[in-house]
């Protein structure tokens, strides 16, 4: 990341409200160093964030980091080192006296510093693989270097826990959190800290049974950044608790916008299946899932509920800025009815009836399934416009007059269009389209039956076009079509011949 990305992605931990950001490594190298001068100088730091920085337990990497700080008005100095058996015996060739004196090293010229530094400066400390370090050693280590900071419960200091390589299951973990706090010296003086990585998939896991342990605090990744698998994702254990109704404090409320930010200036990939912030977590394929869906989304509006019990949705997706209808409700060749219903009805203000819905979710998933791709809720509305809609293709309703001959009969003349030829003919009939439906029946020879008729406003408006919904069934196969006009006499017309039209089809 350059410069300038590493100022907008701070700038977005802060606007999501972290209070303190581990910037970097500023003795690593000039990007990293220009990086923390950059925020102090310019004054970037929010007073109530406190911007922590790493180093080792070498003099001259210690001395940079604190000329790195100069001016900051609050740091946490986070050093390590490794204390792990296998890095103590292959890595550094030493003894376990020879280990901890390092770390001391290191804690005194911390302590050296921070007497002269004009801004307030916290400890950490680190036993690096600290799951691979006998938990006595780990103790021991640890409270040499309390030893030397001599934390008070006004001026604590941490002592960090890192999962820097998994090992075990996350109750091995847990245990061993439980270990450090029942054995560090000055308990209420220290802040215990966990750091894991998940290199077993269980760094969620071990962070929130470290927490139950006994834990305070956790360092985390936005989307579970890091080396090898990364770090716990601290969107994820945020959003744990927030499902369980513990506020994280933190503001995910618009995760896609968080998401575009990280994609872009690391250049990493956020995966669709990453829990909360993938494109597809809350997405619902399956039809028997949509179905399940979209009734509880209306039980929620009927029964105006205050919990969130949504089937197949563990937190309301628009709580973290997804929208329902194009990101919950995915059409493919696996989709029912029921998502497909909910998505014309959501977007598009049309309530097909049960048995229409039925017949029109086959025809979408046919045309998914041939097609090899998911449909997007334009391509549904497209192809319900297409193939059900006002279809005019072998017969027309040119022109229809009534009138009423008894309380239960019309008289009417209706003039038909059919296969290229327009034709006039008077009928008899218990309504207006019952006379038309007379009328195409006599043009076109054919011996359906009108089943059912349905008709509602697209719109709570004087002005409002009609939809209406007809089946029609000839020797035991029922034929839908819907009419849309703003009179809805036209409407329920136009419905007719569309369903008539599909039959001849």
């Known amino acids: 990341m350059s410069l300038e990305e590493k100022l907008e992605f701070f700038k977005l931990l802060c606007s999501v409200g972290f209070k303190e950001i581990e910037i970097g490594f500023p003795a690593a190298s000039e990007t990293e160093y220009e990086f923390c001068r950059t925020l102090i100088e310019n004054n970037l730091i929010p007073d109530d964030v406190t911007i922590q920085v790493l180093t080792q337990s070498r003099e001259h990497i210690i001395a940079k980091t604190f000329a790195?700080?100069?001016?900051?008005?609050?740091?946490?100095?986070?050093?390590?080192?490794?204390?792990?058996?296998?890095?103590?015996?292959?890595?550094?060739?030493?003894?376990?006296?020879?280990?901890?004196?390092?770390?001391?090293?290191g804690a005194k010229l911390c302590q050296q510093y921070k007497e002269t530094a004009k801004g307030k400066i916290t400890f950490e400390y680190s036993p690096e693989s600290f799951t691979g370090t006998e938990p006595e050693f780990a103790a021991e280590i640890c409270n040499a270097v309390l030893d030397v900071w001599q934390p008070t419960p006004d001026d604590k200091a941490i002592i960090n826990l890192p999962v820097t390589v998994a090992h075990s299951m996350p109750h091995v973990y847990a245990n061993q959190v439980e270990y450090m706090c029942k054995n560090l010296k000055n308990r209420e003086s220290v802040i215990i800290s966990l750091h894991p990585h998940n290199d077993r998939g269980c760094a969620v896991a071990d962070s929130e049974m470290g927490l139950l342990a006994g834990g305070d605090r956790i360092e985390g990744t936005l989307f579970g950044n890091g080396e090898r698998t990364g770090n716990v994702d601290i969107i994820t254990l945020a959003l744990n608790m927030y499902s369980q109704g513990v506020d994280p404090g933190l503001d995910f409320?618009?995760?896609?916008?968080?998401?575009?930010?990280?994609?872009?200036?690391?250049?990493?990939?956020?995966?669709?299946?990453?829990?909360?912030?993938?494109?597809?977590?809350?997405?619902?394929?399956?039809?028997?899932?949509?179905?399940?869906?979209?009734?509880?989304?209306?039980?929620?509006?009927?029964?105006?509920?205050?919990?969130?019990?949504?089937?197949?949705?563990?937190?309301?997706?628009?709580?973290?800025?997804?929208?329902?209808?194009?990101?919950?409700?995915?059409?493919?060749?696996?989709?029912?009815?029921?998502?497909?219903?909910?998505?014309?009805?959501?977007?598009?203000?049309?309530?097909?009836?049960?048995?229409?819905?039925?017949?029109?979710?086959?025809?979408?998933?046919?045309?998914?399934?041939?097609?090899?791709?998911?449909?997007?809720?334009?391509?549904?509305?497209?192809?319900?416009?297409?193939?059900?809609?006002?279809?005019?293709?072998?017969?027309?309703?040119?022109?229809?007059?009534?009138?009423?001959?008894?309380?239960?009969?019309?008289?009417?003349?209706?003039?038909?269009?059919?296969?290229?030829?327009?034709?006039?003919?008077?009928?008899?009939?218990?309504?207006?389209?019952?006379?038309?439906?007379?009328?195409?029946?006599?043009?076109?020879?054919?011996?359906?039956?009108?089943?059912?008729y349905v008709e509602h406003a697209l719109e709570e408006k004087s002005t409002s076009q009609a939809a209406s919904y007809v089946s029609i069934s000839e020797e035991g196969k029922t034929h839908w079509g819907v009419g849309i006009h703003h009179d809805i006499m036209t409407s329920s017309i136009r419905a007719l011949v569309s369903a008539v039209n599909r039959m001849l089809k």
């Open 253 to 452: 409320s618009n995760l896609p916008a968080i998401t575009e930010v990280y994609e872009r200036v690391t250049r990493m990939k956020v995966s669709e299946r990453q829990p909360y912030s993938g494109s597809l977590v809350f997405a619902a394929f399956s039809g028997s899932h949509q179905d399940a869906i979209a009734k509880g989304m209306k039980y929620r509006v009927e029964k105006g509920a205050s919990s969130w019990t949504v089937p197949y949705l563990p937190i309301d997706p628009a709580d973290v800025g997804r929208v329902y209808e194009a990101d919950v409700i995915r059409i493919n060749s696996q989709s029912g009815k029921g998502g497909i219903g909910y998505i014309l009805e959501t977007q598009f203000k049309l309530l097909l009836p049960p048995k229409m819905r039925e017949v029109f979710g086959y025809h979408v998933k046919s045309i998914s399934d041939h097609a090899h791709k998911e449909l997007s809720p334009d391509e549904v509305h497209e192809i319900f416009l297409r193939d059900f809609v006002n279809l005019q293709d072998s017969l027309n309703v040119v022109n229809a007059t009534y009138e009423d001959v008894s309380a239960d009969e019309v008289k009417g003349r209706v003039e038909i269009e059919y296969c290229g030829k327009v034709e006039t003919v008077e009928v008899i009939g218990n309504g207006r389209l019952d006379c038309v439906s007379n009328a195409i029946k006599a043009v076109t020879g054919k011996n359906y039956t009108l089943e059912s």
């Open 68 to 105: 790195a700080l100069e001016g900051a008005k609050h740091a946490v100095v986070h050093l390590y080192n490794s204390t792990s058996v296998a890095q103590r015996q292959q890595v550094f060739k030493r003894e376990k006296k020879e280990i901890i004196d390092i770390a001391v090293f």
